[in-house]
Every structure is written in structure tokens, then in C-alpha cells.
């Protein structure tokens, strides 16, 4: 007798249309056993020394692993894709991505969105479409958005809009000193600011799908050990001697560098410098969040 796991894929037997040929039946034996690509732990320190390169040109640097994960559209992640917009001194870059929203981070320069000025150390959303991006000085930001989603979904319209939101860097600063100034507990994840809008305030997310939070870390500390099912894609800002552990494998931090934590690795951050340490992440939480399938936890106990 044949287990029904070793069954092939089946089709209706007499289809009497179209729409019937083009069925398709799995089993509780088969239908849980995909095997996909996993998503390596990827960094891209070349393409953001590429970003910072004195004659880089207006342009977008993608951090792209697609072919490494099975994708068949650029992606960081499966439902994330991040990347380098260099931008020259009076030059617009025309961005127009099918993104839900676009999650920026400015590295270096000054320059203009539609709506609001933007200067070095400002975060920022803007929703998905076009979006030109004009710098007054040479301008090199981080841009993170959830097209491979929609393109999995095979999604033309994509959602209604989201509206913008700007994270001035002074206020980012206001915002890290007050949780500064406040303890923690045993289940407490590190010291972060959270970002989020009116909109999604209870949700507490960034956009519907996505998170984002600025994480620090102490000089001469680590956040313990832990894992979770979102993926995580991570721009490093501030620090010195730092890096990160994933699944038992160091991954050493530079500046501007964008990593990878793939989905459900084990991991924990270490600062052995003298700085306080930065890191900028999003998750494709929200999809977790919504799912009831975050699954944090954390594998090491908390100190005393």
C-alpha cells in the first residue's frame, strides 16, 4: 500500500473545463514538505561601500539575494527588499517602487520628499509609487519596502496608500533618552524605539506587514540570546567591536552595512567596544503579528 506522502501531485481525473484542468491536490501526507531555498545570512557590506563610493552615481544599490533564495524578483528577505539610494547634489532620484510603504534611512546628505526635508540620522516612511527624491547635497540613504510581497501575491494595484511619516533625527535622540532614563524587566527585548503612526497605532507597527525599531546596546554588553519568526534585516549606525551571533556563527558588524538574520536562527548582539552600539531593523513582524505566529523567545536567561 502506498503512504500518501510518497503520492505525486494529483489532477481531476475528467475536468469539464478550464478552470478544473487547472486544479491541483496535495495531501496531509505531501503538503507540508516544501522544500525551499533557505535564506541565507546574507550581508552587503560591498554594496554599501559601493553606495559610499566618491563617484558612485544617482542610483539604486540593491541587496539583492533572489537567486540565492528561489525568488524570481529582487529580495532581501521573502517579503523584504532593502537597498542604497545614492543621490548626487542637485540631482532627483525618480523612485517608484510597488511597495505598500518605503521605510528610510538617511546615511548621509540633505535633501527633499514630497511633503518634508530630510537631513543625515532622519528616518522616514513614504508610501509606495513614485516618490522622487531630491538631494541638495550628496545624499546616500538606506530604503527598505515590502515589494516582494506584493509581487508574491501577484499584486498590480497594490493597498491604498499609505501616508508619510518623518522621524526627525532630534526627536529620534528625545525619544532614546527617555527610555534611557527607565528600567527593565526580565522579558524586556533590549532598549529600542519603536516606530509607528496614527494610523497603526494599534498595531504598533510601521505598516501593516512591516516593523521597524532602533535598537541599542551598551559598551561591554550583549542582548541575550533569542529567536523569532520574522526575518529580520538589519542596517548597523553606531559602534565599535560589535557583532552579532546567528545560529552559532559570528557576523561581524562595519558601519552602513546591511544584515540578514533569517527567520527562526537563533541569535544574540555583543558590543565589546566603548560606544554605545545602533542598529536599525525591520521584520516583516506584522505579518507574525496578525498571524499569531511570532514565536519570540528567549534562549538564555536573563541576567541575575
Known amino acids: 500500500m502506498t503512504d500518501m506522502a510518497d503520492l505525486p501531485v494529483q489532477h481531476a481525473q475528467a475536468p469539464g473545463s478550464a478552470a478544473a484542468a487547472r486544479a491541483r491536490f496535495f495531501n496531509s501526507g505531501n503538503a507540508f514538505n516544501i522544500k525551499l531555498p533557505a535564506v541565507p545570512a546574507a550581508d552587503f557590506a560591498a554594496q554599501a561601500a559601493a553606495a559610499f563610493e566618491p563617484s558612485a552615481p544617482t542610483g539604486i544599490i540593491a541587496c539583492d539575494q533572489s537567486a540565492a533564495i528561489g525568488c524570481a524578483f529582487p529580495a532581501t528577505s521573502p517579503l523584504m527588499l532593502a537597498r542604497y539610494a545614492v543621490i548626487r547634489a542637485g540631482e532627483t532620484l525618480a523612485l517608484d517602487t510597488h511597495a505598500t510603504g518605503l521605510i528610510g534611512c538617511v546615511l548621509r546628505g540633505a535633501g527633499t520628499a514630497p511633503g518634508f526635508a ?57 525619544q532614546l533618552a527617555i527610555i534611557g532614563a527607565c528600567t527593565t524587566n526580565a522579558a524586556t527585548s533590549g532598549l529600542a524605539v519603536i516606530f509607528s503612526s496614527d494610523g497603526l497605532e494599534a498595531w504598533r507597527n510601521i505598516t501593516p506587514s512591516m516593523t521597524l525599531s532602533l535598537n541599542t546596546l551598551p559598551p561591554g554588553e550583549h542582548q541575550r540570546a533569542h529567536r523569532h519568526n520574522s526575518a529580520a534585516i538589519t542596517l548597523v549606525l553606531q559602534g565599535e567591536h560589535c557583532h552579532s551571533m546567528v545560529s552559532g556563527e559570528p557576523r561581524p558588524w562595519s558601519l552602513g552595512n546591511t544584515l540578514v538574520t533569517p527567520a527562526g536562527d537563533p541569535h544574540s548582539h555583543h558590543n565589546a567596544g566603548r560606544v554605545q552600539a545602533r542598529f536599525l531593523i525591520v521584520q516583516d513582524g506584522g505579518l507574525h503579528y496578525h498571524a499569531r505566529t511570532m514565536g519570540f523567545e528567549f534562549l538564555e536567561a536573563a541576567p541575575g
Open 118 to 174: 530630510w537631513g543625515a540620522g532622519d528616518i522616514f516612511l513614504l508610501p509606495g509609487g513614485a516618490q522622487p527624491l531630491a538631494a541638495t547635497e550628496d545624499a546616500v540613504l538606506w530604503l527598505v519596502g515590502n515589494e516582494p510581497l506584493l509581487a508574491f501575491e501577484g499584486l498590480r494595484e497594490g493597498p491604498a496608500p499609505l501616508a508619510p511619516v518623518h522621524y526627525a533625527a532630534a526627536e529620534i535622540e528625545r
